[in-house]
């Protein structure tokens, strides 16, 4: 029992130390306690619910320690972001455990892999997704050892971490001798010394990069809690204009945060709205050769319930139906804005998950100071042209920066270069804003494009597309940085064809599902 319990520990240990600022590399080992505990128990039913107790304590305490901070906005969601960990890490990792007991060590390891990253796939398609805790995330800190993942993704990172757990625990259990951590070895220290050459090979490259762009992030501090709200938006409008103007003339692209202009923008007429007019006043007479991303709450009006969409509301006395947007703006001396909507909605608060079927639970959406109720969304993944060099952009909008493959949807619609707005603020001073941070340096990998990220209250910075940090404002300081930005075109091998890991071992793990049975009953006989 005390063994069991150090072991569950120390396998919370090493699973949580990629998401607490430090390196990641240690999740090399972090599944090889409870792969342990699972060689260690037999085949009985008592033997097998209490490993599941291991693994539950285990996945629970991992899921807590490093998504704790999501109580800050949704208690209810911290509560069930343990309970789907468990769930679905927790049911692949007990479904290896059972099948282990009776089939070759080789299927059930084949089984586990699969099994636990089509698991990660699944949380990050489906409706119900917050795909923090995919273990290629873990190494978000360590840059110079993933430079792999523009081939491979995070599900690339999953794979390696899941290989090199098995292959560690098979050398524990085999006899004493040095041949077998060759095996091993050669799993942790190959991908490891491919990546860190391709490390200095992007050096170089980026040096011989002759296009690039000035751009300037702003960061304003604005407590989502105590302010955001509160405060109007006349005034807040000023203080974004005050942090605007440090930005040096001349700049390409002036990036300010998500919801920043929190006015009601109607779509059908936004050229002549307040805010909108305020900052193609400030292009016209400061930055004329600029193009300002701003975050907005914009709203589409219908004129019939047949033209509307699924998530359009209404009142009686409108005669009329509306979407409401979490939204980025274009705004530059030109009379056109462009518009892209946030299209990966938190769920439980911007979104009603199965919402066709739900939709009479819209109450049950948290409303963090906003507009409750199901937001609307696109299918498609706007790219905006500047209007004097007709460099391309994409701005990914806060959660939307978590997934690698629907920010690389931006890429292959012809972006050179990336922006993130968000609004970090309602998580407090705590590990979450500064994981979201880190994320941003897998997706500059991934699509090998420079990353220039504003957040209302930290962090915000500049990304080169190897994943270094060049510069950035730290939890609440308000201020305006710029930093020349390197463009890119090339079309990376994860870009053009996404999550194929995960995919792949979902397969896999179907394969497995329907073959293991009939390998179990060929034993028998």
Known sequence: ?????????LSVALLSVGWLGLTGLPLIGALVPLLWISGEADRSRRAFWSTAGWMALIFGLWSAITTW????????????????????MGGAFMLYHFVSKRVSAALAFVLLASAWIAAEYIYTAGEVSFPWLTLGNGLC????????????????????????????????????????????????????IVSNSMYLVQSR?????????????????????????VVTQAEQTGLLLQLVRLAPQGV????????????????????????????????????????????????????SLAASSPTARTQKDLGYWYDVYNSALSVDTTQCVQIHHKSKLVVGVEKMPYYKLLRHLEFLIVDLGGIPGQLGCDTVRRVFVHPGSGVRSGTGICFESVYGSYLS???????????IITNDG?????????????????????????????????????????????????????GTITRTLELNDRLTFYTRFG???????????????????????????
């Open 141 to 192: 800190n360590d840059a110079a050892f993933v430079q792999w993942y523009e081939f491979t993704g995070v599900f690339g990172g999953s794979l390696w971490l899941i290989i090199c757990n098995i292959l560690i625990y098979r050398a524990l259990k085999k006899p004493r001798g040095f041949r077998k951590w060759l095996a091993p070895a050669l799993a942790v220290m190959l991908p490891a």
């Open 409 to 419: 949807e931006f890429v292959q619609n012809g972006a050179q270069i990336l922006f």
């Open 69 to 88: 901070w999501i109580w800050y906005a949704a208690p209810i969601g911290a509560i069930l972001s343990v309970i789907i960990t468990i769930l679905l």
């Open 1 to 9: 029992m005390r063994n069991r319990l150090l072991l569950s520990l």
């Open 499 to 525: 999550d194929y890991i995960g995919r792949l071992a979902l397969y896999i793990f179907l394969l497995c599902i329907l073959y293991v049975p009939v390998h179990i009953m060929r034993k028998k006989h």
């Open 252 to 303: 390409d692209y002036v990036v300010l945060p998500e919801t920043a202009i929190d006015d009601h923008l109607w779509e059908d007429h936004i050229t002549q709205m307040p805010a909108v007019k305020t900052f193609r006043e400030i292009a016209c007479t400061r930055y004329p050769e600029a193009q300002f991303i701003v975050g907005g709450t914009t709203f589409r009006r219908y004129y």
């Open 426 to 478: 309602w998580w407090e001073n705590t590990m979450g804003h500064r994981n979201h941070f880190s994320f941003a340096r897998l997706r500059a990998i991934e699509v090998r494009r420079s990353i220039a990220r504003s957040a209302n209250t930290g962090i915000s910075g500049f990304i080169n597309a190897r994943g270094d940090v060049l510069d950035k404002l730290v939890w609440q300081e308000r």
């Open 205 to 229: 490259s980026l040096q011989d990069k002759k296009a690039v762009v000035r751009v300037s992030v702003v960061q304003p501090n604005i407590d989502p809690y105590r302010e955001k709200f």
